[in-house]
């Protein structure tokens, strides 16, 4: 039988395993590594990518809905509420104020610029212009105003892991006297980064009891299905513009777009529509009545200057376009571009000059508009392409890789996304626009897409509430 020598490295292990201070030495050393691990795990995560705290806040404004606790306290007042939140900026919440001895319950629900408040004696609701009392989210975001945060620790809230940041809050919308040292506690989800909870407090002092103050926001339920139902008004919008197949094209604009008891009537170049709507409605019938012309271009960003590309030959002046609207090249850039080519500007924080140049797809080659969100939860655009602008657009973008296309709605650069690859899909297939919308954006452009342009431009004469 061949017989192998016992190796050095296993006489080594003898040593180790059988000297007790060795032994010793080891268990210590196995200790300080648990130790730094268990620290290091309790660290802020990290994301190279953005700061959770920055995607949390920007997600939570995209939000459909969500139900909220608030809770606040300052010398002299006490408040306690339950409610509800669902776009667009609707609350319902009830729950006592507390002004010193005097406690009073109610019910209240606000949209826009008013407040309904019920009232139990008379059985109804009474209007009033809104007020800091129903804004709850917009007081977080003023406690929240240009603070830095900094990652405390890991916990737990309602048995959920959060993770809780710390900041310094805005002391003078609490505390006018600027008397109380106030701390501040952002808690995050940490899969979702959305906020869990918003906490503001001051500790105690023996010496002045009454200059505590406590703030405090809990979220849960984010998107589940929630009704808010607004009381509405009535009014009367007056319009005037040829009338020649505008009716049809308005009702299915007003359609799913909480409109009730819609009138209309029309003669020659005026329109009168009556309807009920809740809350204020002058921003949704600006999109009510956009042209709805939609159109989508292969395009390229410029490399020269925006004044050479505009100069004719002998100009001496040159005047920036308004970035509202599409200008032609001058005719030697014509020949370069291509015929018909246009400047635009992308809307956006930075605004971005863009040559439009062959038509891809129209409004004709979408079959159905709707809102979605990315993986930041941003809206974006989605389109539905019917079969033949699939096709169309397949068969243009085939050799436009790596360059942008340029979405244009009623004369407006919404965004100019990258082409990265070449467009396939199933059959209406989604053709997805992103940009630097708000939900309300996205939730126009929608309503402009859905029954189609307007034949004839419309202008409004009257908005009057009844």
Known sequence: MVQFNQSPFNHLTDFLVRNPLVRVALILFAATLFYFALS?????????????????????????????????????????FKGLFHYRDRI?????????????KGKWIASGDEQFEWNAERKEWVVRPRGEETEPLRQMFRILHSPKFEFLRKDRLKRKSCL?????????????????????ELWLNPKTSLPMRVLVFSALDGRNPKSEIYWELLFSDYNKP??????????????????????????????????????????????????????????????????????????????????????????????????????PLS???????????????????????????????????????????????????????????????????RDHLNRPIGVILDGRCLSAPILRKSFLGPPNADFMVPGDFTLEEAEGMVLRLRAGPLPHPLKVVALKKL
């Not at 990518?49 to 459909?64: C, D, F, H």
């Not at 505009?310 to 609207?325: Q, V, Y």
């Not at 500007?345 to 159905?368: C, N």
């Open 40 to 80: 290091y795990s309790n660290q802020e995560p990290r994301d190279e990518s953005e700061n959770p705290v920055k995607i949390g806040l920007a997600r939570l404004k995209n939000q459909r809905s969500f139900r909220f606790v608030w809770r606040f306290q300052k010398p002299g007042v006490k408040g306690e």
């Open 92 to 104: 319902e919440f009830e729950g006592a104020w507390h002004f010193g001895e005097m406690k009073e």
């Open 164 to 184: 809780v940041y710390g900041f310094e809050p805005n002391a003078p919308f609490l505390d006018p006297s600027m008397e109380a040292e106030l701390q501040g």
């Open 226 to 327: 929630v009704t808010i139902q607004i009381p509405t008004s009535r009014y009367r919008l007056d319009l005037k513009g040829g009338m020649k197949g505008v009716r049809e094209v308005l009702i299915k604009r007003m359609e799913g777009e909480e409109f009730t008891e819609v009138g209309v009537q029309a003669e020659r170049d005026k329109m009168r529509v009556g309807f009920r709507y809740p809350g204020s409605p002058e921003k949704i019938v600006e999109h009510l009545i956009a042209p709805g012309i939609l159109r989508i271009h292969l395009s390229q960003f410029p490399k020269e200057p925006v004044s050479t590309l505009l100069r004719k030959a002998g100009d001496s002046e040159f005047r920036i376009p308004d970035s509202e609207l599409e200008v």
């Open 331 to 397: 005719p030697e850039f014509q020949e370069r571009y291509g015929e018909g080519a246009l400047l635009v500007f992308e809307r956006g924080d930075v605004t971005k000059p863009l040559i439009l140049q062959e038509l891809l797809l129209t409004e004709k080659e979408v079959s159905e508009a709707s809102v979605a969100f990315d993986e930041l939860s941003r809206p974006i655009l989605q389109l539905v392409l019917t079969k033949e602008g699939r096709k169309k657009l397949s068969r243009g973008t």
